[in-house]
T-cell receptor, first 114, second 113 residues
């Protein structure tokens, strides 16, 4: 079945560590997105990518980094520079030419700083 | 700047009744797409309904329908015959072609038995 897979579902990070969240899709979608979700703040865009080897910062990119070496994969690294990383992270993808279909989401990763 | 506003943080409705969730947005673009997403306690985002801005006819999907007022930049969601499984967070969103999705802050809907 086609879809988006995020892993791990739960992730714990120690202070000062970098961690990488995985996002893989087999929908042949061109565009991929990373969102952060905090209570009462909805979904805030961290980074997005429309094509391989290209990505743009979203509203809250500071302390995060991404890569898009393959169409199917869009990993997100939460660096030690992100001062408050505890949150729920959602990855999504969409067709570049068919935005009317909307974005498809993974099941999310819950990151907790310990 | 593109913004989406959901002015109702929380709502409740009796089972089998009808409820309307409000959404307004701001954009200078004329061609865009509008969406309502549902996020149940599992936190999986599910597309409920979508509307293309150039279409005047309001979209419907079974018990879900929208009231799209382009001039007023309003995009409300009506849920008829509410069911317990409709309990969730609902997010309004829009997308300009070739650009990112913009989401509102969500409305938490509780269906009361």
């Amino acid at each position: 079945d086609g879809g988006i897979t995020q892993s791990p579902k739960y992730l714990f990070r120690k202070e000062g560590q970098n961690v990488t969240l995985s996002c893989e899709q087999n929908l042949n979608h061109d565009a991929m997105y990373w969102y952060r979700q905090d209570p009462g703040q909805g979904l805030r865009l961290i980074y997005y990518s429309q094509i391989v080897n290209d990505f743009q910062k979203g509203d809250i990119a500071e302390g995060y980094s991404v890569s898009r070496e393959k169409k199917e994969s869009f990993p997100l690294t939460v660096t030690s520079a992100q001062k408050n990383p505890t949150a729920f992270y959602l990855c999504a993808s969409s067709m570049k030419e068919g935005a009317r279909a909307g974005a498809f989401f993974g099941q999310g990763t819950r990151l907790t700083v310990v | 700047a593109q913004t989406v506003t959901q002015s109702q943080p929380e709502m409740s409705v009796q089972e089998a009744e009808t409820v309307t969730l409000s959404c307004t947005y701001d954009t200078s673009e004329s061609n865009y797409y509008l969406f309502w997403y549902k996020q149940p306690p599992s936190r999986q985002m599910i597309l409920v309904i979508r509307q293309e801005a150039y279409k005047q006819q309001n979209a419907t999907e079974n018990r879900f329908s929208v009231n799209f007022q382009k001039a007023a930049k309003s995009f409300s969601l009506k849920i008829s015959d509410s069911q317990l499984g409709d309990t969730a967070m609902y997010f309004c969103a829009f997308m300009i072609y070739g650009n990112q999705f913009y989401f509102g802050t969500g409305t938490s809907l509780t269906v009361i038995p």
